[in-house]
C-alpha cells in the first residue's frame, strides 16, 4: 500500500505561483511513478505530469510544459508540482496518484488540493 497525501493549495490571483506537495508512505516508491492530475468542475480528470521515483525522469501533458514542473525529494519521500504563471482556467482540484513502473494504472490517490486562480 502507498499513501499520498497532498498539500498546498489555495487562492492566488492570475500570474501568480503555487507550490503542491504529495507526501508519499507505506512501501518504498523506488518502482513507481508519481502522477499530478486535476479535474476541473464539470470536466473531466486531465493528466498534468508524472515524475518516475528512481531516475526522476518527468512527463507532462502538452499544455502544461513550460508553466507546471515536477520534482521529488527522496530524503523527504515527496513529490512537489510547481505552478507559474497560473491562469484562471488552472483552478482545479488537484491529485497525485502512485503508479508502478510497467503498469499503466494509477492504483493509489491522494485526497486531492484546491487551487483557484482569480482573474
Known amino acids: 500500500q502507498v499513501q499520498l497525501v497532498e498539500s498546498g493549495g489555495g487562492l492566488v490571483q492570475a500570474g501568480g505561483s503555487l507550490r503542491l506537495s504529495c507526501a508519499a508512505s507505506?512501501?518504498?516508491?523506488?518502482?513507481?511513478?508519481i502522477g499530478w492530475f486535476r479535474q476541473a468542475p464539470g470536466k473531466e480528470r486531465e493528466f498534468v505530469g508524472n515524475?518516475?521515483?528512481?531516475?526522476?525522469?518527468?512527463n507532462y501533458a502538452d499544455s502544461m510544459k513550460g508553466r507546471f514542473t515536477i520534482s521529488r525529494d527522496n530524503a523527504k519521500n515527496t513529490v512537489y508540482l510547481q505552478m507559474n504563471s497560473l491562469k484562471p482556467e488552472d483552478t482545479a482540484v488537484y491529485y497525485c496518484?502512485?503508479?508502478?513502473?510497467?503498469?499503466?494504472?494509477?492504483?493509489?490517490w491522494g485526497q486531492g488540493t484546491q487551487v483557484t486562480v482569480s482573474a
Open positions: 496518484a502512485g503508479r508502478r513502473a510497467g503498469f499503466s494504472t494509477y492504483a493509489y
Open positions: 507505506g512501501r518504498t516508491l523506488s518502482s513507481y511513478w
Open positions: 515524475i518516475n521515483w528512481s531516475s526522476g525522469g518527468t
